[in-house]
């Protein structure tokens, strides 16, 4: 398989290795956005979040909340924002799950440009019937 991250979990390439699990590793980001941004990805190649194993994506979750909570007390960041892209539309690049942890500052100059629409009572009940329908 051609995956980075793969390489990466199977050590072919090298990494900034923050921390790893049994399930996981977390390793900086060499495109960061802010000063400390890391991923973490699971250890088994999923292409999609959705498609993983609910355990698997808690395990991301668990080791990524420790080491947030650990860089937010040494870096003195202001915020911190998970980011998982799911699909090329959702900005994922690389075809492999993983989870952005990106340390937040006050002057730190990024903004969310998402337009905020409205949510009607009807339209409500047709979201949550179709998602329901799916399971």
Excluded at 38 to 59: Q, R, S, T
Excluded at 61 to 83: Q, S, V, Y
Excluded at 110 to 120: A, F, H, N, R, T
Aim: aromatic share 8%.
């Amino acid at each position: 398989m051609d995956c980075i991250f793969c390489k990466i979990v199977n050590e072919e390439i090298p990494c900034y290795k923050i921390a790893e699990n049994e399930h996981a590793i977390a390793f900086l980001d060499i495109m960061p956005i802010t000063k400390g941004h890391f991923l973490v990805i699971p250890k088994k190649h999923f292409e999609f979040a959705e498609d993983a194993p609910e355990e698997l994506m808690a395990n991301l979750m668990i080791l990524a909340t420790r080491l947030a909570a650990a860089a937010k007390k040494a870096l003195k960041c202001d915020g911190i924002n998970f980011i998982i892209n799911s699909g090329k539309r959702a900005g994922q690049i690389v075809p492999h799950v993983h989870l952005h942890v990106v340390p937040r500052y006050n002057d730190d100059g990024i903004y969310w440009p998402w337009p905020q629409g409205e949510l009607d009572n009807e339209t409500a009940s047709t979201l949550i019937n179709s998602i329901e329908n799916a399971l």
